[in-house]
Each structure stands twice: as C-alpha cells, then as structure tokens.
T-cell receptor, first 114, second 112 residues
Framework: DSGVTQTPKHLITATGQRVTLRCSPRSGDLSVYWYQQSLDQGLQFLIQ???????AKGNILERFSAQQFPDLHSELNLSSLELGDSALYFCASSVAGTGGDEQYFGPGTRLTVT | GENVEQHPSTLSVQEGDSAVIKCTYS??????FPWYKQELGKGPQLIIDIRSNVGEKKDQRIAVTLNKTAKHFSLHITETQPEDSAVYFC???????????FGAGTRLFVKA
C-alpha cells in the first residue's frame, strides 16, 4: 500500500458526460501528479500540482482540468467524455514535486465510457 | 523533446533465469532514474531507483546499472520467480525539472 488513495475504483459513464476523480496524497506529500494509462499503453503524464498550485502540464486535453485543494487532495475533472477517454487514471504523490523526487502511485480509477 | 526508450516490449524467461530490461534517455541533464513494477489491476510500484552519482545499485535480486556517457540504464532481475511477472517501467527526471518521463514498459513473463 503506497498510502495514496483514489476514488472511485471504477466508473462507467456515457459519452458527453462529466466525471470527477479524486486523489488523496500520502501524508506529508505536497505534490500530486495525474497520469492516464490506456489499454496496454504506457503512462501519459497529464498534470502536476504542488501545494495547491499548478506546476507542470503534460498532454492534458482542454476538456480535462484539475485542481489541488488546501487539504492537498486533488480532483481531476473530465468533461464531454469520448470513447477514447476510457482508460486507467492514476494519481501519484511526492514530497517536493521536483525532479529527483520519488513518486508513489495510487491504485487508479478505471474509467469506461460507453 | 525529452524521451525514454525501453526495450524489449515483451520478455519471457524461465523461472530461475535472469531478466534484463534496458532504457535509453535523451536529456543528458537527467539524474534520477526510478523503476516501477505494475501488477495486473494495480498502480505502478517503485521498486528501485538510481541517481547519477552512482553507477550501480542492488537490492536483493534486483539491480540497476547506469551509464551516463551512453545515456542508458538497465534493470537486472536474477533468479526470477513467477511473482516477478508484471509490467516494468523505467523513467528519467532531473533536479529542478518537474516532469518524469516514462518508458513504454516491458511486459515480463516468468514461466514456472
């Protein structure tokens, strides 16, 4: 158990809908990262937050947004969902949020768009 | 741009044999190289990492080597066991940078 929690574990929704994925980092970690993993694919970095502020952006679609709250939990919002958005979404956390920082991953949320 | 290439994409070994997975990175400023193991239905788990001031690091049956000149690093698993079967990801990042670049992953099968 990494100490990173994600909810829900599974999510099934229809195209065009909007969902919110939630992540709580390990105790003491200030940075949260979001990754997307499509079927049999690698980890695509979406976005990173550090202590409430956006720090780095990857290949995140405009339909997707995220935020980190004062209690350090983070939410990833996915809107106007398409079939291709079906994937595993992982959250990771680290202490300082800089390169060279160990990242610890949560168990993921499996999103299925029908 | 920054890139990490990982080979092979699939590796099948007999139980007890060794397995080697290789990665090459493009950004010469990279100085932190973690390896993650992802079992089916789970999140990636950090299993070992190495920093650029070290050439090799060992943890029981797992070792990682780093060649900064050639910009490549490798994961070595000795005496493989069926429970080593998983997808392994290498990654690279650098102090002061914010992104960790992941390789595409290697699916390791250990046959009993």
């Amino acid at each position: 158990d990494s100490g990173v929690t994600q909810t829900p574990k599974h999510l099934i929704t229809a195209t065009g809908q909007r969902v919110t994925l939630r992540c709580s980092p390990r105790s003491g970690d200030l940075s949260v990262y979001w990754y997307q993993q499509s079927l049999d694919q690698g980890l695509q970095f979406l976005i990173q937050y550090y202590n409430g502020e956006e720090r780095a952006k990857g290949n995140i679609l405009e339909r997707f947004s995220a935020q980190q709250f004062p209690d350090l939990h983070s939410e990833l919002n996915l809107s106007s969902l398409e079939l291709g958005d079906s994937a595993l979404y992982f959250c990771a956390s680290s202490v300082a949020g800089t390169g060279g920082d160990e990242q610890y991953f949560g168990p993921g949320t499996r999103l299925t768009v029908t | 741009g920054e890139n990490v290439e990982q080979h092979p994409s699939t590796l099948s070994v007999q139980e007890g044999d060794s397995a080697v997975i290789k990665c090459t990175y493009s950004d010469s400023a990279s100085n932190y190289f973690p390896w993650y193991k992802q079992e089916l239905g789970k999140g990636p788990q950090l299993i070992i990492d190495i920093r650029s001031n070290v050439g090799e690091k060992k943890d029981q049956r797992i070792a990682v080597t780093l060649n900064k000149t050639a910009k490549h690093f490798s994961l070595h698993i000795t005496e493989t066991q069926p429970e080593d079967s998983a997808v392994y990801f290498c990654a690279a990042s650098k102090d002061g940078g914010f992104k960790t670049i992941f390789g595409a992953g290697t699916r390791l099968f250990v046959k009993a």
